[in-house]
């Protein structure tokens, strides 16, 4: 291991390392920790200058209230889980059939198919910004949630197929030998064999496009613009030029908006190491 | 039918499973990427009809100096985010110890990465509040002022750069930790014996087994400063006076704002062009690393 190994019994020195290392994470967070103590301030102590000190009154029901209450987050944020939730899945369904494919039957051009998905992914977004946009109009499905959920999911099987073909490519030959043997259809290998086997690589996945999706901006603010449609991010930007003085509100806007991925990132934190190393080291 | 099925199922089958996703992205990215190269030879305000103009929007751009305000502004991206590879690699290194509790702090670290770029924007925002931020904060302990970064022309875009490093920085942690579980204890041991100790032992022991490693963190650096957006689009909206925009916040502005779809598409274009040589760069890397591996 490197750097070398503080030794288990130098209890004293391992403790001091230890507290020096969280001193670091609370300089690290510091910016995120402030708007959380903002969060929980009350309005008159944010007009009397109060932005550091400790808060003489706790407000957090109050100001989190007031989230729900006055502002329209809380429709953003069943918007979010409306588009989230079926891209995650569409993704998943997509890319265990692509990836199948493309790992255990080659053919002419499945290398530049898979190829194709994989620079795909590396695309600005910007580049295929107009089009998008006119082909969602042209649809009649621009300002719905259709026009993310399609788009996401497009999108996100490109980096998902790479994700799914090494994985399934990873898996014994023998397997697949043996289903061919007992003249197991395509469709039998996937049921029985396939995805039986990819469930812990679905995790990894879901959890990453989860919270790629759960994030994206940029395609929030090109395809929508009502309220009724809008996602959290896009959301929280309006909302922040709605509230400008009342930053208590705005910051538990912020705090709730980062609740779901961050809530998902400690549940599932090792399969989204996992999967997000997997994806860069292997892509 | 069914006997026409049955002969030619071993291939029908994998061939409409791949159909969907390959459709899908083949419409939906490919070809509208594609499609855009078609509309920057256009005029067109994204609802009448397109007019030929050639390669005029090209031209205009030569002259543009919001061009090339956003050209040399995408460069500072891409020079200050190279610190996130050596800062996250520093931060790996610091928390690579397995004491009781090391865990929890490293996901904490991580953090930052899972936020939406809008969240890191507002959050910034207030870091940068010249009447209250925490930089007012910490310049104030001195006894100054701090300067109203965020809206003087020469430092904005460092400042939302430097506030784009954050997550970026947690990402290149997760990719170095997950080299350092990867080095090759043999060799690290045959450095201890032969002498090698801390900053010698990184440079020539572990350095080089972190190679691949280190080239993905970049890849993903560039890629991530190229694609800056969000934060501008939340921070700065472009300014004050277009001072902090990149190509990508430029096309956003000419197409949107200004109904330039064709002027928008060159400058598409462009960032295409860039990420393109970008790509090929990365893609021969990869594969010179798998040759040297086999």
Same mark, same amino acid.
């Given at each position: 291991?490197?750097?070398?190994?503080?030794?288990?019994?130098?209890?004293?020195?391992?403790?001091?390392? /230890?507290?020096?290392?969280?001193? +670091?994470?609370?300089?690290w /967070?510091?910016?995120?920790?402030?708007?959380? /103590?903002?969060?929980?301030?009350?309005?008159?102590?944010?007009?009397?200058?109060?932005?550091?000190?400790?808060?003489? =009154?706790?407000?957090?029901?109050?100001?989190? =209230?007031?989230?729900?209450?006055?502002?329209?987050?809380? %429709? @953003?944020?069943?918007?979010?889980?409306?588009?989230?939730?079926?891209? +995650?899945?569409?993704?998943?369904?997509?890319?265990?059939?692509?990836?199948?494919?493309?790992?255990?039957?080659? @053919? %002419?051009?499945?290398?530049?198919?898979?190829?194709? @998905?994989?620079?795909?992914?590396?695309?600005?977004?910007?580049?295929?910004?107009?089009?998008? %946009?006119?082909?969602?109009? %042209?649809?009649?499905?621009?300002?719905?949630?259709?026009?993310?959920?399609?788009?996401?999911?497009? @999108?996100?099987?490109?980096?998902?197929?790479?994700?799914?073909?090494?994985?399934?490519?990873? /898996?014994?030959?023998?397997?697949?030998?043996?289903?061919?043997?007992?003249?197991?259809?395509?469709?039998?290998?996937?049921?029985? +064999?396939?995805?039986?086997?990819?469930?812990?690589?679905?995790?990894?996945?879901?959890?990453l496009?989860?919270t790629f999706?759960?994030n994206?901006?940029?395609?929030?603010?090109?395809?929508?613009?009502?309220?009724?449609?809008?996602?959290?991010?896009?959301?929280?930007?309006?909302?922040?030029?709605?509230?400008?003085?009342?930053?208590?509100?705005?910051?538990?806007?912020?705090?709730?908006?980062?609740?779901?991925p961050?809530?998902?990132f400690?549940?599932?934190?090792?399969?989204f190491v996992?999967g997000l190393t997997m994806g860069a080291v292997?892509g | 039918?069914?006997?026409? $099925?049955?002969?030619?199922?071993? $291939?029908?089958?994998?061939?409409?499973?791949?159909?969907?996703?390959?459709?899908?992205?083949?419409?939906?990215?490919?070809?509208?990427?594609?499609?855009?190269?078609?509309?920057?030879?256009?005029?067109?305000?994204?609802?009448?009809?397109?007019?030929?103009?050639?390669?005029?929007?090209?031209?205009?751009?030569?002259?543009?100096?919001?061009?090339?305000?956003?050209?040399?502004?995408?460069?500072?991206?891409?020079?200050?985010f190279m610190l996130a590879p050596p800062i996250g690699l520093a931060l790996a290194?610091?928390?690579?110890?397995?004491?009781?509790?090391?865990?929890?702090?490293k996901s904490?670290f991580f953090v930052p990465l899972v936020l939406?770029t809008?969240?890191v924007?507002?959050?910034?925002?207030?870091?940068?509040?010249?009447?209250?931020?925490?930089?007012?904060?910490?310049?104030?302990?001195?006894?100054?002022?701090?300067?109203?970064?965020?809206?003087?022309?020469?430092?904005?875009?460092?400042?939302?750069?430097?506030?784009g490093l954050w997550p970026q920085i947690a990402f290149c942690m997760i990719l170095f930790l997950a080299g350092?579980?990867?080095?090759?204890?043999?060799?690290?041991?045959?450095?201890?014996?032969?002498?090698?100790?801390?900053?010698?032992?990184?440079?020539?022991?572990?350095?080089?087994?972190?190679?691949?490693v280190g080239?993905i963190a970049i890849a993903v650096t560039v890629i991530g400063a190229?694609r800056s957006?969000? &934060?501008?689009?939340?921070?700065?909206?472009?300014?004050?006076?277009?001072?902090?925009?990149?190509?990508?916040?430029?096309?956003?502005?000419?197409?949107?704002?200004?109904?330039?779809?064709?002027?928008?598409?060159?400058?598409?274009?462009?960032?295409?062009?860039? &990420?393109?040589?970008?790509?090929?760069?990365?893609?021969?890397?990869?594969?010179?690393?798998?040759?040297?591996?086999?």
């Amino acid at each position: 291991m490197y750097p070398r190994p503080i030794p288990e019994n130098a209890k004293v020195q391992r403790a001091l390392y /230890l507290g020096g290392v969280t001193l +670091v994470v609370i300089l690290w /967070l510091l910016p995120l920790l402030a708007v959380m /103590l903002t969060s929980i301030r009350s309005n008159e102590e944010l007009m009397a200058g109060n932005y550091w000190g400790w808060p003489q =009154k706790f407000s957090l029901i109050e100001n989190y =209230k007031a989230v729900f209450e006055q502002t329209a987050m809380l %429709r @953003f944020f069943l918007n979010s889980l409306l588009i989230t939730i079926p891209s +995650v899945i569409g993704v998943l369904i997509l890319s265990t059939l692509t990836g199948f494919v493309l790992s255990r039957y080659p @053919f %002419r051009g499945s290398n530049l198919i898979f190829a194709l @998905f994989v620079g795909g992914n590396f695309l600005p977004a910007q580049i295929m910004m107009i089009p998008v %946009r006119d082909l969602m109009v %042209r649809l009649g499905l621009y300002d719905t949630i259709y026009a993310l959920v399609i788009f996401h999911i497009a @999108f996100q099987t490109g980096f998902a197929t790479l994700f799914m073909r090494n994985f399934i490519a990873a /898996l014994p030959g023998e397997l697949f030998q043996a289903a061919r043997a007992e003249g197991a259809s395509p469709f039998q290998t996937l049921r029985h +064999v396939v995805v039986p086997l990819v469930r812990p690589a679905l995790a990894a996945l879901a959890i990453l496009v989860f919270t790629f999706v759960w994030n994206d901006y940029f395609w929030a603010i090109v395809l929508t613009q009502s309220d009724a449609v809008k996602p959290v991010t896009a959301g929280l930007n309006n909302l922040r030029g709605e509230w400008t003085s009342a930053w208590n509100i705005v910051s538990a806007a912020t705090i709730f908006v980062a609740l779901p991925p961050v809530v998902m990132f400690f549940m599932m934190q090792k399969h989204f190491v996992a999967g997000l190393t997997m994806g860069a080291v292997k892509g | 039918m069914s006997r026409l $099925w049955r002969r030619n199922r071993h $291939w029908l089958t994998p061939a409409l499973f791949l159909l969907p996703g390959l459709v899908l992205f083949g419409t939906v990215i490919l070809a509208a990427s594609i499609e855009t190269v078609w509309i920057s030879l256009h005029d067109w305000d994204g609802i009448g009809a397109k007019t030929w103009v050639g390669l005029a929007n090209y031209i205009e751009l030569a002259d543009d100096p919001q061009f090339y305000v956003s050209l040399k502004n995408n460069v500072i991206w891409l020079l200050i985010f190279m610190l996130a590879p050596p800062i996250g690699l520093a931060l790996a290194l610091i928390v690579n110890q397995q004491i009781r509790g090391m865990r929890i702090l490293k996901s904490l670290f991580f953090v930052p990465l899972v936020l939406a770029t809008v969240t890191v924007g507002v959050v910034f925002g207030w870091v940068y509040d010249p009447n209250f931020g925490l930089l007012q904060l910490f310049f104030s302990s001195f006894g100054g002022t701090a300067p109203a970064l965020l809206s003087d022309e020469n430092f904005v875009t460092f400042a939302v750069a430097a506030a784009g490093l954050w997550p970026q920085i947690a990402f290149c942690m997760i990719l170095f930790l997950a080299g350092l579980n990867g080095l090759n204890d043999d060799l690290i041991a045959a450095g201890r014996v032969d002498g090698a100790r801390g900053w010698r032992m990184l440079r020539h022991v572990v350095l080089p087994q972190l190679s691949q490693v280190g080239f993905i963190a970049i890849a993903v650096t560039v890629i991530g400063a190229l694609r800056s957006f969000d &934060m501008i689009a939340v921070m700065t909206s472009g300014g004050p006076y277009g001072s902090s925009t990149v190509l990508a916040y430029q096309m956003y502005q000419e197409s949107i704002f200004s109904y330039r779809f064709g002027y928008g598409a060159a400058i598409a274009t462009v960032l295409f062009v860039i &990420m393109i040589a970008f790509i090929a760069w990365y893609l021969n890397g990869l594969i010179k690393a798998e040759r040297s591996n086999a």
